[in-house]
């Protein structure tokens, strides 16, 4: 069985392949292996995604800081790759982890439980 690690080629052309922002920023959804829950949105500059694919734990940009942060090195709730696939026009990443702990820096398992909406729900036309 090959091993199914991307190599620094790979990983370079899916960086070239990704389409970030005028920010230099690519949305990175993350999501639960194990329940398929979104637990949150962050954003990676081309560092963070070449950090996510090759170490096995997701690094996010933070824009408010200005800098690199791997989720988890100070909350300890970790979040370990299982998974990663570009959208169709490849300006968004689906990112699928191993959640170690809350995903919310407010101690909420996902940041979508934190305040979520009653909307209309919509039905298909009979």
């Known amino acids: 069985m090959s091993d199914p690690t991307l190599t620094d080629a790979t990983v370079g052309a899916v960086i070239d392949r990704a389409v970030f922002g005028a920010d230099g920023l690519l949305p990175a959804i993350i999501q639960e292996a194990g329940s398929k829950d979104v637990l949150m949105l962050g954003y990676m500059n081309a560092e963070a995604l070449r950090r996510t ?3 096995g734990r997701v690094t996010f ?5 200005q800098e690199l ?13 299982r998974s990663a696939a570009l959208d169709c026009d490849a300006d968004t990443i689906l990112v699928t982890v191993d959640q170690h702990g809350p995903a919310c820096h407010t101690g909420a398992h996902a940041c979508f ?14």
Request: charged fraction near 25%; avoid cysteine.
């Open 53 to 55: 694919l090759t170490e």
């Open 61 to 65: 940009w933070s824009r408010s800081r």
């Open 69 to 81: 942060w791997r989720k988890g090195d100070t909350s300890g709730h970790v979040q370990y790759v």
């Open 113 to 126: 439980d934190v305040a979520p909406l009653t909307p209309f729900v919509g039905t298909p036309d009979a």
